[in-house]
């Protein structure tokens, strides 16, 4: 019977190399689709018009939050690479840089998330106007 | 002459230490043998072990005991020769510095050759690629000037400098755990740049500018991603991770700023 390895348990730091390969894609290709959709302003104010509509919907919501949650782990979790790539004490304090960077990470992000999606809440549950 | 027995104190006589007990465990070997087929398969083998044993001497139990097909190597059984590195439960340790005591022996542990270099049999991987990168830094003492008369003097402070990267045995637990190293077998892996930092950083030593620009390459230091899994991985506990930084700091700033 063929069989595949297990997967490799490496050090939690394995782990946020890969949430920034995943969060610079992700960031990535928001831009690609925001160049797109900002230039046609340009083409047809009107189409633009539209397709600045169609955003405003639940799911484009949760995924702002999402977007803005990358952005912010990316950018933090760059700042903790910068510090280990130039700061001589760097790579020993890299796990404890590592939660600093997730708990302002989960600071920050929970009252966005709240902020931004009250209005959605509100649509999708009903409630005071 | 005869010694009395130390009389037995007023709090009684000392307590024997308790009988060390056996009790059975599973090993989960990832096996492959080339004559056989071309798949690898996953084997359970139960053996009886005391806490305070190795994973190697499990290994020893099952070759010698119930299937001496299998095939891994090892050599001094006490960490330093570099042998048995291999993924024990998912991460890659020496058989012979693994305890069972230090594992959870609920579930059945899991035992696999190292990850991208080719297996040969079982828990057994061509090194080679491995040493033609450590052979590829010039891993010896290089000078240009004069030789001296007598000994080549270190001070204490130049010597601490690259003490960490001397204690290398060479078993390749940090390439073969390096996500860049899975994906491009010619990346020059941790263990190759541990050995140039040991030359690099050493004050009589001349030859730190040639390696940095064999590292300076695009298969060298700066395929490095930092992900630390090499660091975590190192049976003989050195910052290779730290090591690794210093070599691309080296090639930025120059050698004596690099720390
Ligand atoms: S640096 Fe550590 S893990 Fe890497 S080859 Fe040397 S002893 Fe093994
Ligand atoms: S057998 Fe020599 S290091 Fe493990």
Redesign the pocket.
């Known amino acids: 019977m063929a069989s595949v390895g297990t997967l490799y348990r490496g050090d939690i730091s394995m782990w946020s190399w890969v949430a920034q390969r995943i969060t610079g894609v992700a960031v990535l290709f928001f831009l690609y689709v925001h160049v797109l959709d900002t230039a046609l302003v340009r083409v047809s104010p009107a189409a633009y018009d539209d397709v600045i509509a169609s955003y405003k919907t639940p799911l484009v919501n949760f995924m702002e939050v999402g977007l803005v949650g990358a952005v912010l782990f990316h950018a933090l979790n760059g700042l903790r690479v910068i510090a280990v790539d130039f700061w001589g004490k760097g790579t020993r304090y890299q796990k404890q840089m590592l939660w600093t960077i997730v708990a302002v990470w989960v600071l920050i992000m929970v009252p966005a998330t709240y902020f931004m999606t009250l209005h959605t809440i509100q649509a999708l549950f009903g409630s005071t106007p | 002459m005869a010694v009395d027995p130390p009389a037995p104190s007023a709090a009684g006589a000392p307590q024997p230490a308790p009988e060390p007990v056996a009790f059975d465990i599973t090993v989960k070997v990832r096996r492959f043998d080339p004559d056989v087929s071309d798949q690898h398969y996953w084997q359970d083998f139960t053996v009886s072990v005391f806490a305070t044993d190795r994973i190697l001497d499990a290994l020893h139990k099952i070759k010698w005991e119930q299937d001496g097909s299998l095939t891994f190597r090892r050599s001094c059984g006490h960490g330093i020769c570099?042998s048995d590195?291999m993924r024990i439960n998912g991460k890659n340790r020496l058989a012979c510095k693994t305890l069972v005591k230090d594992l959870n022996t609920k579930k059945p542990i899991t035992v696999e050759a190292i990850k991208g270099l080719t297996v040969k049999k079982d828990l057994v991987v061509d090194m080679e690629p491995f040493m033609a990168a450590y052979r590829k830094i010039k891993p010896f003492l290089i000078t240009h000037s004069p030789e001296p008369t007598r000994e080549r003097l270190q001070d204490a402070e130049d010597r601490a400098r690259f003490d960490d990267t001397t204690?290398?045995?060479?078993?390749?637990?940090?390439?073969t755990s390096c996500p860049v190293f899975w994906t491009d077998e010619q990346y020059f892996g941790?263990?190759a740049i541990?050995n140039a930092h040991r030359f690099i950083f050493d004050s009589r030593d001349e030859g730190g500018p040639e390696r940095l620009q064999i590292l300076n390459q695009a298969e060298g230091a700066w395929r490095c991603r930092t992900t630390f899994n090499?660091t975590d991985?190192?049976?003989?506990g050195?910052q290779?991770t730290e090591a690794i930084q210093q070599v691309k700091r080296a090639m930025m700033f120059g050698i004596d700023d690099a720390t």
């Open positions: 570099g590195a204690k290398c045995i060479l078993c390749a637990a940090c390439t941790p263990a541990v090499c991985a190192c049976p003989r050195i290779v």
